[in-house]
């Protein structure tokens, strides 16, 4: 069956940076893209970023951009996001993502002073 578990969630200051891993098993990872989901306390799920199976990096939330940078390793099946100049409002628990409903448990980042 399909299970996605994510890791690299923590405390950092604004500023920092974590690195974000979601690992994948239980299908042919190489073939479908990967989607980053966070969900701040009291707001939607939403969108930050898609890796395509092609390894194209697309649909960065605006909030993110040029900060944020989706990547993959078909080899380790694993996606990744890297996370650079965090701020509060990145606050959030961060999902990783499969089409057909598939989503991780989650790992939460807290972003604070």
């Known amino acids: 069956q399909v299970q996605l578990v994510e890791s690299g969630g923590g405390l950092v200051q604004p500023g920092g940076s974590l690195r974000l891993s979601c690992a994948a098993s239980g299908f042919t990872f190489r073939n479908y893209p990967m989607n980053w989901y966070r969900q701040a306390p009291g707001k939607e799920r939403e969108l930050v970023a898609t890796?395509?199976?092609?390894?194209?990096?697309?649909n960065y939330a605006d909030s993110v951009k040029g900060r944020f940078t989706i990547s993959r390793d078909n080899a380790k099946n694993t996606a990744y996001l890297q996370m650079n100049n965090l701020k509060p409002e990145d606050t959030a628990v961060y999902y990783c993502n499969r089409v057909g409903g598939y989503y991780g448990k989650g790992t939460l980042v807290t972003v604070s002073s």
């Open positions: 890796i395509t199976s092609a390894d194209i990096a697309i």
